[in-house]
């Protein structure tokens, strides 16, 4: 069985600041991971995933990852925080490939303060 | 916007009553998945169906079922309603079973 750990319910960082949010992972198997953005009363949006290959992911709105299994870690960052990231961020793992069957966080909610 | 719709998106229910909450896949994809977020809690997998064949199931009891129809729109149902069972419900669905799932935006069902 696969499981994963959020580090931090809450993060709160200034506008322009690194936004570092902490993910680690517990899996038998090579695991897929991808980190999820929800907003207020929304359904989920995927930022990246990893499923094989280069082990730094490149998502949107400027968001990357970097798979790290020495340490079973996925960390979200970005370089510069904007208000409009202010949300719930939930990552998640996989063994089926793809995004299905997902074991989710419980999320790390950011804060972006002026 | 995701192409996946889901109905109604809030409801409220009596406990020991039975719901069913509806969810049309994005064109084309024959893969649906259901998930439950509790309030402040990730996601949970309920269960996925793959061209109409239920294909997984998370750690729910049996009165969580569902039913994938002939074009790939999906219905939960959950029978005798519990308080816990409040929850906003998530479906996403993907192109096949190796590929990205796509979310609604979710049912948000209250047990009173």
């Known amino acids: 069985a696969q499981s994963v750990t959020q580090l931090g319910s809450h993060v709160s960082v200034s506008e322009g600041a690194l936004v570092l949010l902490r993910c680690n992972y517990s899996s038998s198997v090579p695991p897929y991971l991808f980190w999820y953005v929800q907003y207020p009363n929304q359904g989920l949006q995927l930022l990246l995933k990893?499923?094989?290959?280069?082990?730094l992911v490149k998502g949107i709105n400027g968001f990357e990852a970097e798979f790290k299994k020495s340490e079973t870690s996925f960390h979200l960052t970005k370089p510069s925080a904007h208000m409009s990231d202010a949300a719930e961020y939930f990552c998640?793992?996989?063994?089926?490939?793809?995004?299905?069957?997902?074991?989710f966080g419980t999320g790390t909610q950011l804060k972006v303060e002026l | 916007e995701t192409g996946v719709t889901q109905s109604p998106t809030h409801l409220i229910k009596t406990r020991g009553q039975q719901v069913t909450l509806r969810c049309s896949s994005q064109?084309?994809?024959?893969?649906v998945s259901w998930y439950q977020q509790a309030l402040g809690q990730g996601p949970q997998f309920i269960f996925q169906?793959?061209?109409?064949?239920?294909?997984g199931r998370g750690n729910f009891p049996p009165r969580f079922s569902g039913l994938q129809f002939p074009n790939y729109s999906s219905e939960l149902n959950v029978n005798a309603l519990e308080l816990d069972d409040s929850a906003l419900y998530l479906c996403?669905?993907?192109?096949?079973?190796?590929?990205?799932?796509?979310f609604g935006q979710g049912t948000r069902l209250t047990v009173v």
């Open positions: 064109s084309g994809h024959n893969t």
């Open positions: 998640a793992v996989t063994l089926t490939g793809g995004g299905n069957k997902l074991t």
């Open positions: 996403a669905s993907s192109l096949a079973l190796t590929t990205e799932a796509f």
């Open positions: 169906y793959y061209r109409e064949e239920e294909n």
């Open positions: 990893y499923t094989t290959g280069a082990t």
